[in-house]
């Protein structure tokens, strides 16, 4: 096994550039923002991008955070991949990492400028600094479990949906962290709450909605995703549980696709049926 590191100032578009570089090189792995991944997975770490603050996320990108290098080294060991690309802001900090991950010296460092045009730089500061956007090279529908209760979506389709779930050759993520150049990002489960009440009055069979209950799975602070309750009043005549399921996938599409959270449970309760004179 060796290393190669991808270096440049921060929003300058490495993780961008990540699998471009990493195919060029014939690397299996990548190291970024304290991840490990290795055919489009994720397989071991937390990325610095889930931290409350600019200085956490510093620590966990350079895997100082207890426990935090032990399970990536253990990872790697694993894995066992011919090449690793580390990416870093500079020298100092890649050469950190592989030393704190007890990975063999970087045989080669490329540089982020000698790899994009200045326009590209200035692009990618724009979407950094402006926007708030952070890109992950990983696909949506792995990244998902893992970042619940931030805004993620496919890079190919930013603010659209996305026509299939599977996973593509090369797919990146943009996610927006809870720290960011605008502050915090938070959604309130009253905007939860009004997806749900939204998506399942628009379903023809349903004559009524009750009680919406939101409520998230925790795993010390980190939030790993929701479950939504809701009763609801069916028209009689039709198929319980198609409509049911119907409900069930509607909403989990729509909660996840506006709000980028990980919906784990959907749970309908039929309180009663309509029966029309």
Request: net charge positive; glycine share 6%.
């Amino acid at each position: 096994m060796d290393v190669i590191a991808l270096v440049g100032p921060s929003g300058t578009g490495k993780s961008h550039r990540a699998l471009q570089v990493a195919q060029e090189h014939h690397a299996d792995a990548i190291i970024d923002d304290g991840i490990l991944i290795k055919d489009g997975k994720i397989l071991a770490g937390t990325s610095a991008k889930k931290e409350q603050s600019k200085i956490m996320a510093v620590r966990r990108a350079i895997f100082v955070l207890p426990g935090h290098a032990e399970e990536v080294r253990k990872a790697v060991q694993e894995a066992k991949p011919h090449r690793i690309l580390v990416l870093g802001t500079s020298e100092n900090m890649v050469h950190k990492i592989t030393k704190i991950l007890k990975l063999p010296s970087i045989a080669q460092i490329i540089r982020i400028e000698d790899i994009a045009s200045k326009s590209d730089l200035e692009k990618a500061r724009f979407f950094r600094l402006k926007e708030g956007k952070h890109i992950i090279p990983v696909p949506t529908i792995e990244l998902k479990p893992h970042f619940s209760g931030y805004l993620i979506d496919p890079l190919q389709s930013f603010f659209k949906r996305s026509s299939t779930r599977r996973r593509r050759l090369g797919e990146k993520s943009i996610v927006r962290p809870v720290f960011s150049y605008f502050g915090k990002l938070i959604i309130d489960d009253s905007v939860v709450k009004a997806i749900v009440n939204s998506e399942v009055k628009a379903k023809s069979f349903v004559s009524k909605v009750g009680a919406i209950k939101v409520s998230h799975l925790k795993r010390g602070d980190e939030d790993q995703g929701l479950t939504i309750s809701c009763e609801v009043t069916l028209t009689y005549g039709n198929h319980i549980p198609t409509l049911i399921a119907q409900i069930q996938q509607r909403v989990r599409d729509e909660v996840e696709f506006m709000t980028g959270m990980n919906v784990r449970e959907i749970n309908i309760r039929v309180k009663a049926l309509y029966v029309e004179a």
